[in-house]
């Protein structure tokens, strides 16, 4: 689609010609509920590398398109260090991207353990600097019971792919994606 002059327009120029280096330019698709135009942030990293940790995701999904706060459970990889010795590298391969627990466990959260036992898929290891991190996942909820006998119920990331990349953000930094702007 050129512009006047058989020119493309300088966004759709930048975008053909950049689009990794400008994801973070992209418009999301546009919805709209009830008189309510639909905004959402990406989900944050983990607050933590390993172990049990939260991310967030800021949104106005709800009746009454206000902002909220969204947090779900994450679990990258466990913090034993003799696990990740574990993970066999295929010959002539930089990274192993993902593995699962052997055996299934339940989760503990703030002295709260999960009723079911759980065999979760992990994020590997990288040998050549880059950084593992989750590239798909799906949403599952967690049903805890806690030892006052309360029970809560938490949305966990459940990973089923990692990748290796090089963009190594701090887990925390819940701007990350605004970097390039």
């Known amino acids: 689609m050129a512009g006047a002059g058989g020119f493309l327009p300088l966004a759709a120029w930048v975008f053909t010609r950049c689009p990794l280096i400008l994801k973070a330019y992209r418009d999301p698709p546009i919805v709209w509920k009830k008189n309510c135009l639909i905004q959402t942030t ?3 990293p983990c607050s933590k590398t390993c172990g049990l940790g939260i991310s967030v995701q800021v949104n106005n999904d709800n009746g009454k ?38 055996k299934a466990e339940k989760l503990t959260l703030s002295g709260c353990t999960s009723t079911k036992s759980f065999k979760p898929t992990y994020c590997g ?41 090089r963009k190594c953000d701090d887990p925390g930094d819940m701007f990350a994606e605004l970097r390039f702007l």
């Open 42 to 44: 990406p989900w944050s």
């Open 65 to 102: 398109c206000e902002m909220r706060k969204d947090r779900r459970l994450c679990l990258l990889r466990l913090c034993e260090k003799s696990i990740m010795k574990n993970v066999k590298m295929q010959r002539g391969k930089m990274c192993k991207s993902k593995f699962q627990a052997k």
């Open 125 to 165: 290891i990288c040998t050549d600097k880059r950084c593992c991190v989750p590239n798909k996942f799906n949403m599952v909820a967690v049903n805890f019971k806690c030892k006052g006998g309360s029970n809560v119920r938490w949305k966990m990331q459940w990973i089923t792919s990692c990748v290796c990349q």
